[in-house]
C-alpha cells in the first residue's frame, strides 16, 4: 500500500466516528497518492501524518439561560488545524448538526483553501450545535458571550482569527466581538466578517458568493462559452446563495431557484432578489414565503407529494451552485443534473457535493469547481479585512472587489495549471488539492518537527 493511501487508512481508523472528516480527508489524499508518493521527501518528514492531525482541538460548554429563565448548555468547538503559513482562520458554525466530524472536515477543508488564496492564513474552523432558528435577539447574544467567555483566551490577531459561516452573521459576530473586546481590553482585528462601523471591510458580506460567480466566470470563458444567458440554480438562501445569486445576475445569468432546509422556490421569470433579501435577511424567515411576493412562482416542500426526489437539482439547468451545507447533492442528484443539460458546477458551500456526485461530474465532462477553490472568496476578503485593521485604514467597495476579482481569476488560474501539470487537464479537484497541499507541504518541511 502506497505511503498516502496507508496513512488514510491509519487516520480513519483513528478517528472513529466522524464520517464527514473521514469523506474530507478521502477526497483529498486520494487525489494527491501520485504526488506524494514520487516525493519521499514527505513521507521522511512524516507531512502526512501531521497534516492529518490538528494542532489543537479545543471542546468546551457553553451555558447561557433562555428567556424562560431556564439553564441552556451546548457545545463549543475550535479546531486549530494547521498553522504552518499563517495564524488559524476559518469561519464558526452554529448549526444543531454541528459535530466534532463536521468542525475537522471543515477545518481539514480550510487548511487547502486558505493556501490556495496566496495569502498567509492557516487553517481552523469552530462552532457549537447551538440552533440560532427561533431565539430571540436578547437568547443569542447571551449564548454568543457565553461562548466567547471561553473562546477569547484562545484566539488572538496573530494566533486565531475566526469568522462567520452558517448561522454566524453579521449580528452573531457583533456580539462575539463585543465580548472579546471587553474580556481583553483591546479594540483589535480578532474576528472577520465585523460591521463596517467597528473595522469590517466592505464587500465581505457579497466576498463568498461573489467570489464564486468571479471563478465560475472565468473557467466558462476560458472553455468558450459565457455565463451570460445562461440557466442557474442556487440551493441555500443565505449568505453565500443570495450573493451569488446578485452576481450571476449582474453578469446576465439568469437564476431561477433557490432554496433552503424546508423546500425551493422556482421561478420561471428569474428570482427577485430583493424579495429573498427581505425574506432572509430582514425577517429571517423561510423561503416559502416567497410566493407572496411572486404568485407565479412555484415552491415545493422538501418530501412533499410534488417533490420528485432530487429537490432543486431536478429543475433543468445549464449551472449549478450548491450553497447550503455538505453532501446535499447526491450521486443520484448529480446525474439527474447531467442529464438535463448542466454543463457547469461550482460549489459554494464546503463538500456540498459527496464523493460519487463528484466522480459523476467528472465521468461526464461537466466543469466542476470544488468548494475548496470556488468559495475561498469569502476567506481571501477576511485576510483583506485583517489587512485593513492592521494598516488601520478601510478600502473602498471598489477596491476589495476588484482584489477579490484577482485573487479568484489567480486561482482558478493555479488550480487549472496544477491540474495540467500532472496530466491531469480541467480535473480541478486534483489540481485544488496538490495546489493547496504543495505551500503548505513545503512550508512545515522547513519548519521541522512541529
Ligand atoms: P447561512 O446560514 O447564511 O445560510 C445557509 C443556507 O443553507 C440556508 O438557506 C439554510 O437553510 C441552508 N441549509 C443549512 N443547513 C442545511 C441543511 N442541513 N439542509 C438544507 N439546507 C440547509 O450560511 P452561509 O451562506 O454562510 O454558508 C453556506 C455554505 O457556504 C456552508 O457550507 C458554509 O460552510 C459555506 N461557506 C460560507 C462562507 C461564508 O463566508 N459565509 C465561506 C465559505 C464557505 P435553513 O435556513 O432552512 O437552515
Known amino acids: 500500500m502506497s505511503y498516502t493511501m496507508s496513512i488514510l487508512e491509519q487516520a480513519v481508523k483513528r478517528n472513529p466516528n466522524e464520517p464527514e472528516f473521514h469523506q474530507a480527508m478521502t477526497e483529498i489524499l486520494t487525489t494527491l ?20 492531525e490538528p494542532e ?22 475550535r479546531v486549530q488545524f494547521n498553522s504552518a503559513i499563517g495564524p488559524y482562520k476559518g469561519g464558526m ?7 466534532l466530524s463536521i468542525i475537522k472536515f471543515l477545518g481539514f477543508e480550510q487548511i487547502f483553501k486558505n493556501s490556495l488564496t496566496g495569502l498567509p492564513i492557516g487553517g481552523g474552523k469552530g462552532g ?32 486565531d482569527v475566526p469568522a ?44 463568498t458568493g461573489y467570489g464564486l460567480v468571479y471563478l465560475m466566470d472565468e473557467m466558462i470563458r476560458q472553455h468558450g462559452k459565457s455565463l451570460a444567458g445562461q440557466i442557474v440554480l442556487v440551493s441555500g438562501s443565505g449568505n453565500v446563495a443570495i450573493y451569488a445569486a446578485e452576481k450571476v445576475q449582474q453578469l446576465g445569468g439568469k437564476v431561477v431557484a433557490l432554496s433552503d432546509s ?60 450548491p450553497c447550503a451545507t455538505q453532501n446535499e447533492l447526491s450521486e443520484e442528484d448529480a446525474k439527474v443534473l447531467v442529464k438535463n443539460g ?15 456526485a463528484t466522480e459523476v461530474f467528472l465521468q461526464n465532462k461537466v466543469l466542476f469547481a470544488p468548494g475548496k477553490a470556488a468559495n475561498a472568496g469569502g476567506v481571501a476578503t477576511s485576510a483583506l479585512e485583517m489587512s485593513q485593521n492592521s494598516m488601520r485604514t478601510s478600502w ?26 500532472v496530466g491531469c487537464e480541467d480535473n480541478f479537484v486534483v489540481g485544488a488539492n496538490i495546489a493547496g497541499f504543495k505551500k503548505v507541504a513545503e512550508a512545515m518541511l522547513w519548519q521541522g518537527a512541529i
Request: charged letters at 25%; glycine letters at 12%; proline letters at 3%.
Open 262 to 321: 424546508g423546500g425551493y422556490v422556482y421561478d420561471a421569470d428569474g428570482i427577485d432578489l430583493a424579495a429573498v433579501k427581505e425574506i432572509k435577511e430582514v425577517k429571517r424567515g423561510r423561503i416559502s414565503e416567497y410566493k407572496t411576493y411572486r404568485p407565479n412562482a412555484v415552491y415545493t416542500g422538501i418530501g412533499s407529494p410534488d417533490d420528485a426526489g432530487s429537490g432543486i437539482w431536478s429543475l433543468k439547468c445549464d449551472v449549478a451552485l
Open 342 to 356: 448542466c454543463f457547469a458546477v461550482g460549489e459554494g458551500a464546503n463538500m456540498p457535493s459527496t464523493l460519487g
Open 396 to 421: 473602498t467597495f471598489d477596491e476589495v472587489d476588484h482584489k477579490l476579482r484577482g485573487i479568484m481569476v489567480n486561482i482558478y488560474n493555479t488550480v487549472a495549471a496544477a491540474a495540467q501539470e
Open 33 to 52: 497518492q501520485s504526488y506524494v508518493d514520487a516525493r519521499p521527501e514527505y513521507e521522511k518528514a512524516g507531512i502526512l501524518e501531521r497534516l492529518v
Open 93 to 99: 458554525r452554529f448549526h444543531p448538526s454541528v459535530s
Open 128 to 159: 457549537s450545535d447551538f440552533d440560532p432558528k427561533g431565539k430571540s435577539d436578547r437568547e443569542i447574544m447571551a449564548f454568543c458571550q457565553s461562548f466567547m467567555t471561553e473562546l477569547f483566551r484562545h484566539i488572538g490577531v496573530n494566533t
Open 164 to 207: 462567520g459561516d452558517i448561522g454566524v452573521g453579521a449580528r452573531e459576530v457583533g456580539f462575539m466581538y463585543g465580548h472579546y473586546k471587553r474580556l481583553v481590553n483591546r479594540f483589535e482585528g480578532v474576528f472577520t466578517g465585523k460591521g463596517l462601523t467597528y473595522g469590517g471591510s466592505l464587500a465581505r458580506k457579497e466576498a
Open 56 to 77: 489543537r482541538v479545543i471542546i468546551f460548554r457553553i451555558p447561557w439561560v433562555d428567556d424562560a429563565g431556564k439553564m441552556q448548555v451546548n457545545k463549543g468547538y
